[in-house]
C-alpha cells in the first residue's frame, strides 16, 4: 500500500462524491473554515476586491488583453497560469470539459496539444467548437474564449513535440487517452517495451498533435465588490471587434 494520499490504489469501489470530498479537503479551504463538509461550503465567501475592469484604454483586439493578464498572472506567482478548462461538445450535444495546458497564444488563435483519438478529439472531429476558460483566482480573473477548432500543421506539432521531454514523448505513444485500461501495470510494461524500441529519439505519434481555438468571442470578467463584477466582451462580427459590458 502506498502512503501516498493522492495516488489511487482501488478506485472501484469508491463512490466518485467521496473521492471528490477527499480531494476538496486537502485544499487550503480544509484548515479552518470546514465544518462537516456538505453543510459547510454554502456559507463560503470570498469578496473580490483586487481590482476593476472599466471601458478605459480597453484594447481594440482581446488577445492583446489577454496577453496582458497573462503577465500579470505570472508576475503575481498565480499558480500554473496557464491552466484553462477546455470544453467540448459530442454528437449527442452532451458537453464535457477537461483542464489542458495553453502552448502558445496569438492574433491567429490559442494552441493546447492532445490525443487526437481522446474523448476530446473525438468531439472535436465531430464538432469543431470549443469553450477555453481561465481563472486566476488571486486575480480574480476569468477569461472565457470561445471559436472554432482546427488542427495545427504538422510541422507546428513536430516542433513542439521535439521540444518535451523524452518522457513525454513516451508517454504520447504509451497512453490511448481516455481509453479503459485494466491497470497501471500494463502500462508501465508498455512503457518500458517503448523505451528499448525508441532507444534513441522519439518520433511523434501521429494520432498526437496540436489544436488552435481561433477566437470569435473573448470575455473578461473582474470580479468586484458585493458581486457587482466587471464583464467586458468582445464579439467578432463584420470583420471587427465589437465590444460590449455585460451584466454580472
Ligand atoms: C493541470 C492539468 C494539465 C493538463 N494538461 C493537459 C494537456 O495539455 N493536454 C491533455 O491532453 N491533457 C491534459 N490534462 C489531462 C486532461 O485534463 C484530461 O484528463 C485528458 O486530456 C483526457 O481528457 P478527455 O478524456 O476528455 O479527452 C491536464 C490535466 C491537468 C489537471
Known amino acids: 500500500m502506498s502512503n501516498n494520499n493522492s495516488v489511487i490504489t482501488n478506485p472501484v469501489n469508491q463512490n466518485p462524491v467521496f473521492l471528490f470530498k477527499s480531494a476538496l479537503l486537502l485544499t487550503k479551504h480544509s484548515n479552518n ?7 459547510s461550503i454554502k456559507n463560503l465567501r470570498e469578496e473580490y476586491d483586487k481590482d476593476k475592469l472599466t471601458e478605459d484604454n480597453l484594447p481594440g483586439n482581446p488577445v492583446e488583453l ?19 478548462n477546455l470544453a467540448t461538445v459530442n454528437s449527442q450535444g452532451r458537453p464535457s470539459s477537461r483542464v489542458v495546458l495553453l502552448r ?12 487526437y483519438k481522446s474523448s476530446k478529439g ?48 513516451l508517454g504520447a505513444w504509451v497512453s490511448n487517452q481516455s481509453e479503459v485500461i485494466k491497470s497501471r501495470q500494463e502500462f ?12 534513441e529519439s522519439v518520433p511523434r505519434p501521429s494520432h498526437w498533435g496540436g489544436y488552435i ?24 462580427h463584420n470583420n471587427s471587434w465589437e465590444i460590449s459590458r455585460l451584466a454580472p
Not at 104 to 109: L, P, V
Not at 134 to 140: T, V
Not at 224 to 235: E, F, K, M, V
Open 213 to 236: 481555438l481561433k477566437p470569435d468571442k473573448m470575455e473578461f470578467w473582474q470580479g468586484r465588490a458585493s458581486r457587482l463584477h466587471d464583464r467586458i466582451q468582445y464579439i467578432f
Open 188 to 199: 508501465e510494461v508498455k512503457l518500458a517495451a517503448l523505451n528499448s524500441r525508441y532507444a
Open 66 to 84: 489577454f496577453e496582458k493578464w497573462l503577465n500579470l498572472a505570472f508576475s503575481k506567482g498565480v499558480p500554473e497560469p496557464i491552466a484553462l
Open 33 to 39: 473554515q470546514m465544518g462537516p463538509l456538505k453543510d
Open 122 to 169: 473525438n468531439d472535436l472531429a465531430i464538432n469543431p467548437y470549443a469553450a477555453m476558460c481561465f481563472y486566476w483566482y488571486d486575480l480574480n480573473k476569468q477569461v472565457r474564449i470561445e471559436g472554432p477548432v482546427s488542427k495545427v500543421t504538422d510541422e507546428v506539432s513536430d516542433e513542439y513535440f521535439n521540444s518535451r521531454p523524452r518522457e513525454s514523448q
Open 104 to 115: 502558445g497564444f496569438d492574433e491567429n488563435g490559442f494552441i493546447f496539444y492532445t490525443n
